[in-house]
């Protein structure tokens, strides 16, 4: 396949991409309002600034590398990762660590070992997680405020955060479920107030992604199915003391929106059909460990770049037994 054809078929997927999480990005934009917007504005502007400094001083040409569409989709998972109406730096440096240090610096796209937006995710996550924590409460923030918020033009509101459900969740020590659905402003129906029905939208997107054949079954049904797994394995009941029930876990935090846009990168992850099944079932179960026993209350980025580092050994196993298959 010759070199323009290889870009134009990279540039179709990530349009592709960028269209299936396109409901998702409306479902948190009537929940959070106009900090989904000041992220993808401020995300998108410092990959692309990023990626074009980094091409030159690599001497590299900024075409097509500047419009394949990749740097613009790590923007758009790092807007969906991030809590909205975050100072404006956050996004701006969570999007160039995902540019510099998970793709320039193994030589741009097809070559990174590790998935950008979760690399970018984790720089500021570690260094910055008071930020990193501070979920805005749906339609806490309008524009005037948020962009106040954003950029530090004022003091914001009162209780304009709140916990989220696994928040929440892991720091409940004295309500059962029924009293925390029915007492935590931050749980709706059957996870988080609004989110459950952006993860909705997230698994609308990645079942037009599978039909289209942009992304395959394998590390998604993986992911999910041993996540409910050990949920149910888990789960002790509605009392004080409890894990939260398997659908709770499918719908909250970043479950759904991992399963069919974080675990399926295709560069970073792994290649065989028997890899991706046990990349995503490692990553659904990583995810459950720091959920439940981690210092941090959704674990996808970390739980994905730990599989990263195994994605070799998990090829070679698969080959083997596609070898022995055959």
């Not at 991030?82 to 320039?104: E, M, N, R, T, V």
């Not at 009941?237 to 399963?259: E, K, V």
């Not at 890899?275 to 490692?282: D, T």
């Amino acid at each position: 396949m010759s070199t323009t054809e290889t870009d134009l078929r990279l540039r179709g997927a990530m349009q592709q991409v960028l269209l299936a999480c396109l409901p998702g990005l409306l479902v948190l934009f009537w929940v959070y309002g106009w900090g989904v917007l000041f992220n993808l504005l401020l995300t998108a502007a410092a990959a692309l600034l990023t990626e074009a400094v980094l091409l030159r001083l690599r001497q590299r040409p900024l075409w097509p590398a500047l419009n394949d569409g990749s740097a613009l989709v790590s923007a758009c998972l790092l807007t969906i990762a991030l809590p909205a109406y975050a100072p404006w730096w956050l996004p701006a440096l969570a999007a160039s660590s995902a540019i510099a240090l998970g793709k320039q610096l193994y030589g741009g796209v097809g070559r990174n070992p590790f998935n950008p937006a979760m690399l970018g995710y984790a720089v500021v996550l570690l260094s910055f997680p008071l930020h990193m924590t501070q979920w805005p409460a749906p339609h806490a923030l309008g524009l005037g405020d948020g962009l106040a918020a954003v950029f530090g033009l004022g003091e914001r509101p009162d209780a304009w955060a709140q916990a989220t459900v696994l928040d929440g969740l892991r720091q409940n020590r004295s309500l059962t479920l029924d009293e925390l659905f029915a007492s935590h402003p931050g749980f709706g129906t059957f996870a988080g107030r609004g989110s459950e029905w952006a993860s909705l939208a997230f698994l609308a997107g990645g079942l037009f992604l599978l039909q289209r054949k942009v992304i395959s079954w394998h590390a998604p049904l993986a992911m999910l199915g041993s996540l409910f797994v050990i949920s149910l394995l888990c789960w002790n009941g509605s009392g004080s003391d409890s894990n939260g029930s398997p659908l709770l876990h499918l719908l909250a935090g970043s479950t759904l929106f991992g399963a069919f846009f974080i675990v399926t990168e295709p560069v970073s992850g792994a290649r065989t059909a028997w890899g991706r099944l046990l990349f995503g079932a490692g990553v659904g179960l990583l995810v459950y460990l720091i959920r439940t026993w981690g210092n941090y209350p959704d674990g996808m980025a970390f739980a994905v770049l730990l599989m990263n580092l195994c994605v070799p050994a998990l090829d070679r196993w698969g080959e083997r037994r596609q070898t022995e298959a055959t």
